[in-house]
């Protein structure tokens, strides 16, 4: 295994990409809650909390 030295250059890459917040029109909870598949059975706390996300708006707080 070899040893690199540190980088002093402490800034991101250019990625050419930009990271926001979420808009108020999507739909987190919804995404989330397709992404498990209905046969396995969602546990109730997490229908909750899935629901809760749906339905609030996204706030600068969130990230």
């Known amino acids: ?14 990625t ?3 990271v926001e917040l979420p808009r108020q029109g999507d739909a987190i909870g919804t995404v989330l809650r397709d992404a498990f598949d209905s046969d ?5 706390d997490m229908m909750m909390l899935l629901r809760k996300m749906s339905a609030r708006p996204a706030t600068s707080r969130d990230h």
């Open 40 to 44: 396995h059975g969602l546990p109730d």
């Open 1 to 14: 295994m070899a040893r690199l030295a540190p980088c002093s250059d402490r800034t991101a890459p250019d």
């Open 16 to 18: 050419g990409y930009r």
